[in-house]
């Protein structure tokens, strides 16, 4: 039996535009997704008990069912009980980098780490989107991690078209470490506030597709990182930054910068500077700890990803 450890990185949005309502009361998506080497590590083990069990030493993630990474082995176990029986419990333990409830999926590629340890682990063999169909039932975020890199979402932003990896550009990340924003009250408030401008069912669908002619995957097609961080759109800005002094006073500083470009990324409270070479996102992460010396701002300096989960080692149990 061999245990794994997996690189579970986290995503930013470069594009989030919400489209309309959807009958299953999510919203209707429009989004570029990228991954940064910003990563937790997941370790994965069998034991000799029939239980999954979960660690994670960060405070704030449940070390029970209500962690996705949990839910995501519940679900191998419902789905291939032949070999949970075969193979015994599942240990996970998650050793966190990505910041928690910010906007960057930690808990989705966590969740993805785990479906793609377990099918190593049980020698299931899935082919990616056999496993992108189970993360769909995890949550909106989890089949974009199994696979990472630079994608078209939509749908629920779970519908993925890869587009070329954008593997030499830069982000300077940065979050208050007490204050998060709800996913649910971001979108729930944007339902209020902009309601009624969502696009018509009927006209749904050609919207969606339409993005994948838009300037920012134009812009991504020539990796052209300048215009990728002019063309930096999020529409949860509207409603997170009035309600978020902290927020909004953090990404004008990094749009002060010289950055290509900075945004929110998905509900915040994360905000990121977009950068075209490691130096500058070093005197970026500079520039901004000076102007905030601020202990609560945490600030960390990224590389664009080409690859959603990876294993890092495996070992004989
Ligand atoms: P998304 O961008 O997909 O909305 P997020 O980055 O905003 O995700 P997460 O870090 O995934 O948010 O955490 C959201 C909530 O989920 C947290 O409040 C946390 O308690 C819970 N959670 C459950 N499992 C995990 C996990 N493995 N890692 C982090 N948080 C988890």
Not at 147 to 157: D, F, L, N
Not at 170 to 177: A, E, F, H, I, Q
Not at 265 to 290: D, H, K, M, P
């Amino acid at each position: 039996m061999r245990s794994y450890s997996l690189t579970a990185p986290a995503k930013i949005n470069l594009y989030l535009e919400i489209l309309g309502d959807r009958p299953d009361e999510y919203h209707e998506l429009a989004l570029v997704l990228q991954s940064i080497d910003l990563a937790d590590k997941v370790d994965l083990r069998s034991s000799s008990t029939d239980t999954i069990r979960v660690r994670c030493d960060y405070p704030d993630v449940p070390q029970n069912k209500g962690n996705l990474a949990y839910q995501a082995a519940q679900l191998m176990v419902a789905e291939f009980n032949h070999a949970f029986a075969q193979y015994g419990g599942i240990e996970i333990t998650i050793h966190k980098q990505i910041p928690v409830a910010a906007g960057l999926a930690g808990g989705s590629s966590n969740a993805a780490a785990v479906l793609v340890g377990l099918d190593l682990m049980w020698k299931l063999g899935l082919t990616q989107s056999e496993l992108q169909e189970l993360a769909a039932q995890l949550g909106a975020d989890v089949p974009f991690c199994i696979a990472g890199g630079t994608a078209i979402g939509t749908g629920r932003g779970d519908q993925l078209s890869p587009l070329p990896g954008l593997d030499n550009l830069y982000v300077v990340v940065g979050k208050y470490r007490n204050l998060t924003v709800s996913t649910a009250w971001a979108y729930q408030t944007y339902r209020q506030q902009f309601g009624n401008s969502y696009i018509a069912d009927q006209d749904l669908a050609s919207r969606a597709a339409a993005v994948h002619s838009g300037s920012m995957v134009k812009a991504i097609n020539n990796k052209d990182g300048v215009q990728i961080g002019q063309l930096l759109h999020n529409d949860l800005e509207r409603v997170v930054l009035p309600a978020y002094p902290q927020v909004l006073q953090l990404r004008q500083t990094f749009q002060n910068t010289g950055a290509l470009g900075a945004m929110m990324s998905g509900s915040g409270s994360t905000v990121f500077a977009l950068c075209e070479s490691y130096n500058q996102a070093q005197q970026i992460q500079q520039q901004v700890r000076a102007a905030i010396p601020n202990s609560d701002l945490d600030l960390w300096l990224a590389k664009f990803s080409s690859t959603g989960i990876l294993v890092q080692s495996t070992a004989k149990n």
